[in-house]
């Protein structure tokens, strides 16, 4: 089935350092969604996209939908212990009807103190 | 919290046995989804519900069924468990609001398949 290309899928960072990451497709997608996920819970939704050039804030984190409708990023600014997770990007392709969203495999985030 | 309960939240059992999955909304939301999480492969659908008695398939739903009898509850059924369906399963909902549309999860169910 189709996934969506997160990338990277680990990062080891300090403790006030600035995170990137990033889901690519060969597809275009109508809808991005960001969440993150602690161990043993469900994910958490942090920001939703929904229009192409869209950048979105939530806090330290800023979130953007791609230009070309096939990508989106997430940047978190001065990381703090509580960062720690599992970040997923999701994509919905097709804009009406049952919103099955496609998942990206992950991005682990681990921060030294 | 979007209200949703899923039990249970752990449960071991062997091949061949049935398994059912319940997920709990206390929201009235039409749409629920139910995903299975696996190393290496993200999130991936099994079924939905776009209402009472109304569901489909998702991108992985062999050896998976479904059933909503009421708006509130959506059951995830293995009928012949194996040990390939070892792994964390999540429901979620589609809350529609003004501004946003998007798939709020549970807890988790994590199910051991032996």
């Known amino acids: ?113 | 919290d979007a209200g949703i309960t899923q039990s249970p939240r752990h449960k071991v059992t062997e091949t061949g046995t049935p398994v059912t999955l319940r997920c709990h909304q206390t929201e009235n939301h039409r749409y629920m989804y139910w995903y299975r999480q696996d190393p290496g492969h993200g999130l991936r659908l099994i079924h939905y519900s776009y209402g009472v008695k109304d569901t489909d398939k998702g991108e992985v739903s062999d050896g998976y069924s479904v059933s909503r009898s009421k708006t509130e509850d959506f059951l995830l059924t293995l009928e012949s468990a194996t040990s390939s369906q070892t792994s964390v399963y999540f429901c979620a909902i589609r809350a529609d609001r003004v501004g946003t549309d998007t798939q709020y999860f549970g807890p988790g169910t994590r199910l051991t398949v032996l």
């Open chain 1, 1 to 113: 089935g189709q996934q969506l290309n997160q990338s990277p899928q680990s990062m080891f960072i300090q403790e006030g350092e600035d995170v990137s990451m990033n889901c690519t497709s060969s597809s275009i997608f109508n809808t991005w969604l960001w969440y993150k996920q602690d161990p043993g819970e469900g994910p958490v939704l942090l920001i939703a996209l929904y229009k192409a050039g869209e950048l979105t804030s939530n806090g330290r984190l800023t979130a953007q939908f791609g230009i070309t409708r096939k990508d989106s990023f997430l940047n978190i600014s001065a990381s703090i212990p509580s960062d720690v997770g599992i970040y997923f990007c999701a994509g919905q392709r097709i804009p009406q009807g049952a919103q099955k969203l496609v998942f990206g495999q992950g991005t682990r985030l681990t921060i030294n103190p």
